[in-house]
């Protein structure tokens, strides 16, 4: 190849893949890069207009220290945890029931039900938190983090079971088939074959689950009040906002610490979530 066409495809490449990639780049991290350097100032520097808005002058960890000993920040990310890890197992445990008889099972009205469950999904929470709100007084969950386990899954599981009827149905049955001529039950040959083989989008509905658990915030602000129920997305602009008083610092440091687990389950689980969704979704 010439050096002319060696030329042409260095700025090919550069044109249609690392200039959008490293525009991507910015856009997705520079609200992070926000957070850090306004969690890492000063009062005084972050109220000075005249200080640099990019870079932090003299760096501290004040409002990480204020934010671990004078709130309830561990018991936020406590409840959090709690409500999400609930919430996304009971969520995978209907949605694998649910998905494999809409996907396995030949029943009168199935296409109805399965259209049923996607018309669900499509519903806006906001359109259901009022009349949830009249379910949880009378269960008597209200300030509660249980409130959130009771209502998450409303709109939970409808995208779990789109999403592993989509899965399920791109698994050949033979292999159940086979196991239950071999002696195993219809639940052994779901629990030992076809789960397994379905780990991909089971992944990708488990981390799904748990994102929007860990980041809903309107169910959330209405059925919690007491400070020690909330969770990390509801206490930080109820706790750190006081009429016009904004606490920058250690909102942005809480902001910050609570996005850490989102990241680092996609960043363990990427590979799995992409599989699941370009595989399962696109052939339910």
């Not at 870079?55 to 309830?72: D, I, K, N």
């Not at 029931?97 to 996607?118: I, N, P, Q």
């Not at 249980?146 to 050949?172: E, K, N, Q």
């Not at 292999?175 to 074959?193: K, N, T, Y």
Request: charged share 10%; glycine share 6%.
């Amino acid at each position: 190849m010439s050096k002319i066409g060696i030329v042409r495809r260095f700025l090919g490449r550069l044109i249609t893949l690392y200039v959008p990639l490293a525009f991507f780049i910015f856009f997705f991290l520079a609200p992070f890069y926000w957070m850090f350097i306004t969690s890492l100032k000063e009062n005084k520097e972050l109220y000075n207009l005249q200080a640099s808005r990019l870079w932090v002058s003299a760096p501290t960890l004040r409002h990480y220290q204020e934010l671990f000993t004078e709130t309830a920040f561990l018991v936020w990310i406590k409840n959090s945890f709690l409500v999400a890890l609930i919430v996304t197992a009971f969520s995978l445990v209907i949605g694998i029931m649910a998905a494999y008889a809409l996907s396995r099972l030949r029943f009168k009205g199935g296409t109805a039900v399965g259209a049923g469950v996607f018309i669900t999904y499509l519903v806006p929470p906001t359109l259901l938190f009022i009349p949830l709100a009249s379910v949880v007084h009378r269960l008597g969950l209200y300030d509660s983090w249980w409130a959130l386990v009771v209502t998450y899954p409303t709109f939970m599981v409808p995208f779990c079971v789109w999403l592993l009827t989509g899965y399920f149905r791109s698994i050949p049955p033979d292999m159940e088939e086979c196991a239950m001529i071999d002696g195993c039950s219809r639940f052994q040959a779901i629990w030992r074959i076809t789960v397994p083989l379905a780990i991909p989008g089971l992944v990708s509905a488990g981390i799904f689950a748990f994102t929007m658990s860990w980041n809903e915030f309107i169910y959330g602000l209405t059925f919690l009040q007491s400070s020690s129920q909330r969770t990390v997305p509801v206490a930080v602009p109820t706790e750190f906002v006081l009429g016009d008083a904004f606490f920058w610092g250690p909102m942005m440091a809480a902001a910050l610490l609570g996005s850490v687990p989102i990241a680092i389950a996609y960043a363990f689980f990427a590979r799995y979530y992409v599989e699941g969704m370009t595989s399962g979704a696109i052939k339910g």
